[in-house]
């Protein structure tokens, strides 16, 4: 039952992300209201994960906290997508900045230390990756797509290969099952789409649209890998150092959202600085 329960939700989960992103031309706010929501709830996880000291942040605070996250998120993508009108959400940012840091002044029975640490280290681990995410998107919401199914691709292979012939241990200390048979398993399958989506037509269609070399895709896949790669690593970390097995239980069989985007979390600054340079 927890198989099925597994797989349903976890469908749910990848039919909606790339349906926001096919759908990206003709429906912008199904991506934007989609993504809010995982910032919103993602900073609420990693609110929770950096309340390592029992200091629990109060419903104000996790709604400005909410609020400074979707500005941020709209900023990147009013930037990329409305230039004549890139102030707008900036000044919400400012609001957010203005209105937290004073909020804190008024509450003398609080540990501010905590609470802006809370505060700024989740916007800054969630938020601002998943807002960069607009930067990747400028290029071509289909390679944004194409993240996603390369770390999806990670996922499956790492665990297949690793389960089969895994013997050395990635990084023991912090994910015991994790292998360096399995990040090769993971490659060999990322490196293998990648090189379909640059050269098979039919998926070039979909996945190049800007016609990408096959050098460059092939680079990207390698890029996403090890970088989703260290973001599964990182947000595993900070569960082992507050004592949690999952993030949440947000999504049944799967935990909280941390855990299915702690990889894109990387994976995004990553991709950014590959596709500038």
């Given amino acids: 039952m927890n198989i099925v329960k597994r797989a349903i939700f976890g469908g749910i989960y990848v039919a909606l992300i790339v349906a926001s992103l096919l759908l990206w031309d003709t429906c912008k706010w199904m991506y934007m209201v989609l993504f809010a929501a995982f910032i919103v709830l993602g900073m609420n996880e990693a609110s929770r994960l950096l309340n390592y000291d029992g200091t629990k ?16 998120f709209l900023s990147f993508f009013v930037y990329y997508n409305y230039p004549s009108a890139k102030w707008m959400p900036l000044t919400f940012v400012a609001a957010y900045l203005l209105i937290r840091l004073t909020t804190q002044l008024y509450m003398p029975a609080r540990n501010a230390i905590a609470d802006v640490r809370q505060s700024l ?14 930067t990747v998107a400028s290029v071509s919401p289909r390679i944004v797509l194409a993240m996603f199914i390369f770390i999806w691709l ?13 013997k050395h241990r990635l990084f023991e200390r912090i994910s015991p099952k994790k292998s ?6 993971g490659a060999a399958f990322v490196i293998a789409a990648a ?32 970088a989703s790669t260290l973001g599964d690593l990182f947000e595993s970390l900070l569960k082992r150092t507050a004592g949690v097995k999952d993030s ?11 855990d299915r985007i702690d990889s894109m979390l990387l994976a995004i600054p990553a991709a950014v600085v590959y596709l500038c340079f």
């Fill in 195 to 226: 090189i379909a989506f640059a050269c098979v037509p039919q998926l070039k269609e979909v996945f190049n649209p800007i016609n990408l070399s096959v050098a460059t895709w092939i680079a990207l896949g390698a890029v996403t890998v090890i």
């Fill in 121 to 134: 280290g989740s916007l800054v681990y969630v938020a601002l990756p998943l807002a960069m995410l607009n």
């Fill in 180 to 185: 360096w048979e399995g990040v090769a398993g």
């Fill in 57 to 72: 942040a109060p419903l104000l605070i996790k709604i400005l906290d909410s609020l400074g996250g979707v500005a941020l």
């Fill in 248 to 258: 949440g239980n947000i999504i049944p069989g799967h935990g909280g959202i941390l």
């Fill in 154 to 166: 990670n996922d499956t292979g790492a665990f297949l290969v690793g389960c089969t012939i895994g």
